[in-house]
């Protein structure tokens, strides 16, 4: 084929292209322009210059389309379907102008329209806020994928129990026995509330340290500004600090190489080996300072005790590293052998160590939320409150968003005028409705700005309630960013897609002959929407009410001991070991001030975790020992005084009587668990070297969260040990008794720091979450509310302005005012009502359910519903009164007039 | 140049009057209309077509096709009653605008 016909072929095929063309026309032309191309070649051009001028000549094809499209139409106006445009850019300028004269002209629907999305999508940021913490807890680790926490499940009487930490020599055994395991580390908590550090004459409080061994930076990512990682844990007589105690205990200063002296140990001294960067605050174990294992190994266990040796002691959390190519099913398959060889010893008789013990590998990345094990490092989070506040901020965002949507489609009709002009002059329905959707969209990116500010100013607030914090440099991490926009794009899309659909489809000479479309559907999905944004803000509010009612159950709640009046002092240092020497001493000087009442010094408290261990009763074999909480951590003569625990038979502790030295005291639980019938006097053995006899019983109390029974509590007597002094005042003047003691203990030991806390507030920390969740309760639900009246508001305006013309005659017939608010606000009550009996069965169970997790609970009144009824009924008449009122006095000759 | 407007105004009367001389081709009919206007026309090819389909349409002028041996086929329009009846009407049209231009144009401005 010559260039010249290939040219011309495609010269055709451009023209078949076009629509506008029909075969008829393409033939005609075609043959025009092969004529004029011959007589060219004829004049003596070559073919090349021939195709160019004479197609040249012809002149562009799609005018030409456009013009034989006009003939062929009947559309009035006639553009080609094909080349219709739903985004004109000049276009773009007129809807822009349009939606500027809409907000212009409707301030008072469009503000309300903007303060329900902002409040909406501004709980949506706070909870992503929150959620994305929590999410992203030990996820700064390189080897984060690779790395297990070992945990033991041992069946017992209860039941089984998973312990967190197991027994110190299993990490190396599992390292040995087990190929896919790279690397181990042990974490063992330095026990008592804290170390004393000194530092010249300095004292500093050291909190919360670990032991850990030197391969915690191989496992983990911790990086030191200052040290070496690979030695910094090898050696005993070293610790690694944190960034914030090394400065404060040497300034700006390269603390590597230098000593502090750790008052407990006698003032010993340390060597600082490292300083750990800066840490992020989503770990499940922070921790202030590291000493090496070594060292508690060598100088802290004891000569006695051998820690490798307590192969059943839950002591030590251990982690493994996983090879990369070892997969967690295939080492978790053979943990069983690993137990059965391992722990074979310490087996019952005829039984192999695996049906008793099941070892479970927990991703690190699980812990946080999904781990609610025996002896966790801290109290860790919950995925189910995740589940809880996201579904909130998601309904909360759609409240906003029927907000929007009624308003819209209820003012629908303001728009019709416009609406069938766009289409006469030929704007099509995805161009319509696209435009709508625009507009929906430009006013949620609008709230997100203002959702931005108000978020940024409610961040102090947020840090306060979940006691994290929230930074505005968080706000400019791109993944948050994507985010927000991407929650404001949802919400602009939901709001926009139905009154967009709904409203483009109308009819334009209907509507320009007035016809309004108002038809029984749009109605019904209107109120469908009240009904589901009352019915979310009733179940909010009767959430509330039942989590606070609850709370403050627990709070106040006969707990077998009284909670109120004792103030816990931790001892330490110096301090410390005078207390154990001198108890009585010390303790009479306290008892000079007739506000207090009593003193103990002990170890274990109500709130805190006790321990559990093995009991044998007198007269029964080893194997029938029972597995019993005790509180073993120190307990002299005056505790149960201090505590506040009622005795319900016997005795209790009495420094007259010789045979108490191994005497106990039980709680009536203890009793059944032990099956005793009478228990004073009857012996009971622990580890073979405290065996004595019980002296008394008290009441069950409740030494663990209200969320579990109270279980068998045994209470040695172990005096002059403990971390504690307890006092109980009767004080209406705390702060005259706390200086009191502050003074008195400063006489004892100088170099004291005094710190105290109150031992309810101790026991309210068990509820930190319940908390938590009671006020993101009831934050949420005066979101959900406010929004929901904002809603309600500009509804009942747009619907008392439509029935002005009613009411004014419904007045010039004599309707009192008191009739007309009647009948204008019963619609909406009868949908506050519906919203109601719809949510009930619903919270009921939910609440059911929540209530449930705890032992002791309250019933769920008939009186929470009614007043949450009630307060959401008054809040409903009041937003419709308003308008109401206005409207019922009104002038009706006003409104009749306009006509 | 002369505006498109009066381009395409004057289009119609003038494709009647040429059909009006007789049957004739798209091709023809445009070197036609190039020679009869000397250049003052300026008509690219294709614009030909459009009007011609809408002459079609309004039924003034009618077309078919002949097929010619060997050769490519043919369009062929030629005009309708109802075609001359419209060229009279547009001629007169033409001619009154153009008098009353030509009477405008000749008149001394007054103040009256």
């Not at chain 1, 030197?214 to 030695?231: A, C, E, M, Q, R």
Request: overall charge negative; some cysteine; aromatic content about 12%.
């Amino acid at each position: 084929m010559s260039d010249l016909e290939k040219a011309i072929k495609e010269w055709t095929k451009e023209l078949r292209k076009n629509p506008a063309f029909e075969e008829s026309h393409i033939l005609e032309m075609e043959s025009h322009l092969r004529l004029q191309v011959d007589e060219y070649v004829a004049d003596g051009m070559n073919e090349d210059e021939a195709f160019r001028k004479a197609s040249e000549q012809f002149g562009d094809l799609e005018p030409i389309g456009d013009d034989v499209y006009k003939v062929r139409t009947t559309k009035m106006i006639a553009r080609p379907s094909w080349k219709e445009s739903v985004w004109v850019p000049l276009l773009f300028q007129n809807y822009l102008k349009t939606l500027g004269r809409n907000i212009s002209r409707n301030k008072f629907y469009t503000s309300l329209n903007l303060v329900g999305l902002t409040i909406g999508i501004t709980c949506c940021l706070l909870i992503i806020l929150f959620v994305r913490d929590e999410l992203s807890f030990d996820r700064h680790h390189e080897n984060a994928d690779r790395i297990y926490r070992a945990t033991l499940e041992y069946k017992d009487l209860m039941g089984s129990t998973t312990w967190a930490p197991i027994g110190p020599p299993v990490a190396e055994g599992l390292k040995n026995s087990i190929p896919g395991i790279e690397k181990t580390v042990r974490l063992f908590p330095v026990s008592g509330s804290y170390y004393v550090f000194k530092r010249g004459d300095e004292l500093f409080k050291a909190e919360n340290g670990i032991y850990a061994d030197s391969s915690l930076f191989d496992v983990f990512t911790y990086p030191l500004t200052y040290g070496d990682p690979k030695t910094a844990l090898a050696r005993p007589g070293g610790v690694v600090l944190s960034s914030e105690m090394a400065k404060a205990l040497f300034g700006n200063e390269d603390p590597v190489g230098k000593t502090v002296q750790v008052v407990d140990w006698g003032n010993t001294s340390v060597t600082v080996r490292g300083v750990l960067a800066e840490m992020p605050s989503t770990t499940h174990f922070p921790f202030n300072f590291i000493l090496p294992l070594a060292t508690y190994y060598k100088y802290v266990a004891g000569p006695n005790f051998n820690p490798d040796d307590a192969l059943t002691w839950s002591g030590f959390y251990t982690y493994v590293l996983l090879d990369e190519k070892a997969s967690k099913d295939d080492v978790e398959a053979k943990l069983p052998s690993f137990i059965d060889t391992f722990y074979g010893s310490v087996a019952p008789p005829e039984r192999m160590a695996s049906d008793i013990a099941t070892m479970h590998l927990q991703p690190l990345t699980d812990i946080h939320l999904h781990s609610n094990l025996e002896k966790e490092y801290r109290a860790n989070g919950n995925m189910i409150y995740i589940y809880v506040f996201g579904v909130i901020a998601v309904f909360i965002l759609l409240i906003a968003c029927a907000n929007f949507i009624n308003l819209t489609t209820a003012r629908a009709s303001d728009r019709m005028r416009e609406i069938g002009i766009r289409k006469t002059l030929g704007a099509g329905r995805p161009q319509l409705a696209f435009q709508f959707l625009g507009e929906s969209i430009v006013l949620s990116m609008l709230s997100l700005l203002m959702a931005y500010g108000v978020t940024i100013l409610l961040l102090p607030l947020l840090s306060q309630i979940t006691g994290k914090t929230f930074t505005t440099e968080i706000l400019y991490t791109p993944m948050i960013l994507w985010s927000f926009i991407g929650v404001s794009l949802f919400a602009g899309f939901i709001s926009g897609i139905y009154p967009a659909l709904h409203m483009s489809g109308f009819s334009p000479s209907k509507v320009l002959k007035g016809f309004i479309p108002n038809s029984g559907g749009n109605a019904f999905l209107r109120k469908g929407l009240v009904v589901f944004q009352f019915s979310i803000s009733i179940f909010l509010i009767i959430g509330t009410i039942v989590v606070y009612t609850q709370l403050d159950f627990i709070r106040s709640e006969q707990m077998g001991f009284d909670k109120e009046g004792v103030i816990n002092i931790p001892v330490f240092g110096e301090f410390e070991d005078l207390i154990h020497g001198q108890a009585l001493t010390i303790k009479q000087e306290l008892l000079r001030n007739p506000d207090i009442i009593s003193v103990s010094i002990g170890g274990d408290y109500p709130g805190k975790r006790f321990s559990v261990e093995d009991v044998v009763p007198d007269g029964r074999s080893e194997d029938e020992s029972v597995s019993v909480r005790i509180a073993d951590d120190g307990t002299d003569h005056d505790y149960i005084k201090t505590m506040g625990i009622n005795l319900v038979a016997g005795r209790e502790f009495s420094r007259q009587a010789p045979t108490d030295t191994n005497a106990w005291i039980i709680n009536e639980a203890a009793v059944k668990e032990l099956g005793l019938e009478s228990p004073i006097g009857h012996v009971l053995h622990w580890r073979g070297s405290y065996s004595g006899p019980i002296v008394g019983v008290v009441e069950d109390f409740n030494f663990r969260s209200l969320h579990n029974e109270v279980e068998p509590l045994v209470i040695p007597l172990n005096p002059n040990s403990g971390n504690f002094l307890f006092v109980r005042t009767k004080a209406a003047n705390i702060s005259s008794v706390l200086s009191f003691l502050d003074e008195k203990i400063k006489e004892f030991a100088p170099s004291n720091i005094f710190e105290y806390s109150f031992l309810s507030d101790e026991f309210d920390k068990l509820y930190r979450s319940e908390d938590q969740m009671s006020q993101v309760f009831w934050y949420f639900s005066l979101m959900a509310i406010l929004i929901a009246c904002l809603g309600l508001f500009g509804l009942s305006t747009f619907m008392i302005n439509q029935r002005a013309k009613e009411i004014g005659i419904r007045k010039v017939m004599g309707a009192s005012v008191h009739s007309i608010l009647i009948l204008v606000s019963s619609n909406f009550v009868r949908l506050v009502v519906g919203a109601f009996i719809l949510t009930t069965p619903i919270v009921y169970l939910v609440m059911d359910r929540w209530l449930n997790s705890f032992a002791y609970k309250i019933d769920l009144g008939v009186w929470m519903f009614i007043v949450a009824a009630l307060m959401v009924l008054a809040i409903a008449l009041t937003t419709v009164g308003f308008q109401a009122f206005k409207s019922a006095i009104s002038n009706p000759v006003k409104s009749l007039r306009s006509e | 140049m002369i505006s498109k407007s009066l381009v395409a105004a004057s289009s119609r009367p003038l494709l009647l009057t040429i059909l009006s001389w007789g049957e004739n081709y798209g091709y023809e009919l445009i070197q036609r209309v190039r020679d009869l206007s000397g250049g003052v026309l300026e008509w690219s090819d294709g614009m030909l077509y459009p009007v011609l389909y809408k002459l079609e349409k309004d039924g003034f002028a009618q077309s078919r096709w002949d097929m010619k041996e060997g050769g490519r086929p043919r369009k062929y329009y030629s005009i309708t009653p109802k075609g001359l009846e419209e060229l009279e009407k547009e001629k007169a049209h033409w001619v009154n605008v153009n008098a009353v231009l030509h009477q405008v144009w000749s008149m001394k401005p007054s103040l009256s």
